[in-house]
């Protein structure tokens, strides 16, 4: 069966970067993008970007770009988007999702809460 | 880009009625519009897909209408455990937009 696993949770001082890792199996790894979308606590669903796992393309949302690099390992089958210059407003729970123009598996969600 | 709004933001019905949501996007999306529902603590889950194709696996009262601009998702007879969160999304290729997200309970 298709599953994203996510790395675990991560506290992280502001200034810093974090890196969150996206597992799959179940299917062929570069056969879908990957889309990333965060959550802050009681808010809503904010899509980061986009990783293209066979050609390693990427596209950021706007208010992302400069902070956020979506990479891949195809040979572990593993996603990674990392956000830089971290401040508080970047505590949230982000999800790997399996792409394209909708996506029907998810990672459990990766808790980063930036706090001095 | 492109904005998603949504109506209600929140909604109160009972058990067995029939509930709407409405989707507006600020620029023609052709079908690429997409309806999640959310429980707390949990990753959303895709029920429609593609305006109005039920996702396998997903109950039969929930749908989907609309093309272009606007766009209604209807839970035909609501259910105890309906009670989340649903979001829609559309998506211009490459780039994905949700809305605000419409918090449904129970009356």
């Known amino acids: 069966q298709v599953q994203l696993v996510q790395s675990g949770a991560e506290v992280k001082k502001p200034g810093a970067s974090v890196k969150v890792s996206c597992k799959a199996s179940?299917?062929?790894?570069?056969?879908?993008?990957i889309n990333w979308v965060r959550q802050a606590t009681g808010q809503g669903l904010e899509w980061m970007g986009w990783m293209n796992p066979n050609s390693g393309n990427t596209g950021y949302a706007q208010k992302f770009q400069g902070r956020v690099t979506m990479t891949r390992n195809t040979s572990i089958s593993t996603a990674y988007m990392e956000l830089s210059s971290l401040r508080s407003e970047d505590t949230a729970v982000y999800y790997c999702?399996?792409?394209?123009?909708?996506?029907?598996?998810w990672g459990q969600g990766t808790l980063v809460t930036v706090s001095s | 880009d492109i904005q998603m709004t949504q109506s209600p933001s929140s909604l109160s019905a009972s058990v067995g009625d029939r509930v709407t949501i409405t989707c507006q996007a600020s620029?023609?999306?052709?079908?690429?519009l997409n309806w999640y529902q959310q429980k707390p603590g949990k990753a959303p889950k895709l029920l429609i897909y593609?305006?109005?194709n039920l996702e396998t696996g997903v109950p039969s009262r929930f749908s989907g209408s609309g093309s272009g601009t606007d766009f209604t998702f209807t839970i035909s007879s609501l259910q105890p455990e309906d009670i989340a969160t649903y979001y829609c999304q559309q998506y211009d290729n490459p780039m994905v937009t949700f809305g605000p997200g419409t918090k449904v309970d129970i009356k």
């Open positions: 179940g299917y062929t790894f570069t056969s879908y993008d």
């Open positions: 593609d305006a109005s």
């Open positions: 620029q023609d999306i052709s079908n690429y």
């Open positions: 999702a399996r792409g394209g123009s909708y996506s029907g598996y």
